[in-house]
T-cell receptor
Framework: KAGVTQTPRYLIKTRGQQVTLSCSPISGHRSVSWYQQTPGQGLQFLFEYFSETQRNKGNFPGRFSGRQFSNSRSEMNVSTLELGDSALYLC?????????????FGSGTRLTVV | AQTVTQSQPEMSVQEAETVTLSCTYDTSESNYYLFWYKQPPSRQMILVIRQEAYKQQNATENRFSVNFQKAAKSFSLKISDSQLGDTAMYFCAFMYTGANSKLTFGKGITLSVRP
């Protein structure tokens, strides 16, 4: 059974640019969540998508957005990049979310903003 | 809002020995789940163990076990017979039940297993 796949693994962008990260969940999982991990703030919840609908959102500015497709694959977009957006972005999938089985994480996308 | 506190930033243990990682949390919810995740240098978060708050029995997964004290809001992880492959960051996480839930993580603890 394939795990959660995130692409790309590494990304370097310039301030002001925008970036799109991709996440393919485990087959059959309909809930996809995104987390930002930084040394200073730790792991912070960005948003969760379930059946193509954003079901929950963390405390991030509107520059951070996402979407989910009918095959449950999800993308996350960050516009007008800032230096502080440099982080490891982790995607996690779950059968339905909130079901307590725990989320399966991908290996993340390391974004560096210069 | 829920908070998860891991007060020890680093720990070190000799191979084959036992180590306990501490975690406390704060919530007004009565139904929730608690997790320990491991993050090795490969970056992937790996679920180590989970505990349902309504279950009094402590969860166990091979060498990993928890001490869940609901009244004290404490959820520690015990690793027995530590192995070199246990070297990683360990995160304690909380999630309330139902839709719209999310994982709230502690800051993590870096565990080093010495040969």
């Amino acid at each position: 059974k394939a795990g959660v796949t995130q692409t790309p693994r590494y990304l370097i962008k310039t301030r002001g640019q925008q970036v799109t990260l991709s996440c393919s969940p485990i087959s059959g999982h309909r809930s996809v969540s995104w987390y930002q991990q930084t040394p200073g703030q730790g792991l912070q919840f960005l948003f969760e998508y379930f059946s193509e609908t954003q079901r929950n959102k963390g405390n991030f500015p509107g520059r951070f957005s996402g979407r989910q497709f009918s095959n449950s694959r999800s993308e996350m977009n960050v516009s007008t990049l800032e230096l502080g957006d440099s982080a490891l972005y982790l995607c996690a999938s779950s059968p339905t979310g909130g079901d307590g089985y725990g989320y399966t994480f991908g290996s993340g996308t390391r974004l560096t903003v210069v | 809002a829920q908070t998860v506190t891991q007060s020890q930033p680093e720990m070190s243990v000799q191979e084959a020995e036992t180590v306990t990682l501490s975690c406390t949390y704060d919530t007004s919810e009565s139904n929730y789940y608690l997790f320990w995740y491991k993050q090795p240098p490969s970056r992937q978060m790996i679920l180590v163990i989970r505990q349902e708050a309504y279950k009094q029995q402590n969860a166990t997964e091979n060498r990993f076990s928890v001490n869940f004290q609901k009244a004290a809001k404490s959820f520690s992880l015990k690793i027995s017979d530590s192995q070199l492959g246990d070297t990683a960051m360990y995160f304690c996480a909380f999630m309330y039940t139902g839709a719209n839930s999310k994982l709230t993580f502690g800051k993590g603890i870096t565990l080093s297993v010495r040969p």
